[in-house]
């Protein structure tokens, strides 16, 4: 698997080093920056959604087996949000737990919490510029006619590394400090960021190597 470079990655790369801004002139910690990329991974999730439900009617393939055939539309849009959002929404409960947030009686989650670190610990700041960036993304994926399995294997590896990042995040938090947890985090955030192009070429590689198998066997040879 070769490590590739493109102009997406790289505009996400630049959103990733302009937390080392927020660290040193806004004072965010390691818990804040846990919350912004859980928050990234919810402005990438939605315009990944927007994506599937927009596009024309293409197949999915990863979604897809030798029997059925998934296609891009409003009805794998819900199915993407409701998968997805489930693995979100455990991530946010850890959160919560690593961050002690009290959460208020009868909520699922402290929203008003997280909408006060949004804006006092001036988090909207890359937040919107983040929003910018996938809005042009998904503007270009559409105008180029690019299929949405790429988007999409690139969305569900974030919430794989969401979870790697929550529970790593608290332990280095712990034991080497708060402030070398934060670079550390950046640098693991941008490491990641970096393989996801080659992680999209695997993964396509594979489900091509896959229907070719499929394809050589014909029908009634299982």
Known sequence: MNLR??????????????????????GWSAYSLLILYWLETLVIGVWTVILVAVMPTR??????????QAKTGIGMALFVLAHAGIFMFVHLFMLQ???????PSGAM??????????????????????????ALMTYETLRSGEGADRPLIGFY???VVMQFAILGGG?????IGP???????IIVRVGFELAIPSIEDYVE??????????????????
């Open 5 to 26: 470079l493109d102009r997406d990655t790289l505009l996400t790369i630049g959103f990733h080093l302009l937390m080392l801004l927020g660290v040193w002139f806004y």
């Open 59 to 68: 197949p999915i393939r990863i979604f897809s087996g030798p029997t059925s």
């Open 97 to 103: 737990g690593i961050l002690d947030m009290d959460v």
């Open 109 to 134: 989650f402290d929203v008003t919490g997280i909408i006060t670190l949004i804006f006092d610990g001036r988090l909207w700041l890359p937040l919107a510029g983040l929003f910018v960036i996938r």
């Open 157 to 159: 590896f974030r919430i």
């Open 171 to 175: 332990f280095m938090s712990f034991f």
């Open 179 to 185: 402030l070398a947890a934060l670079i550390v985090l």
């Open 205 to 222: 590689a594979h489900i091509d190597e896959w229907y070719a198998k499929a394809a050589n066997k014909g029908p009634g040879q299982g």
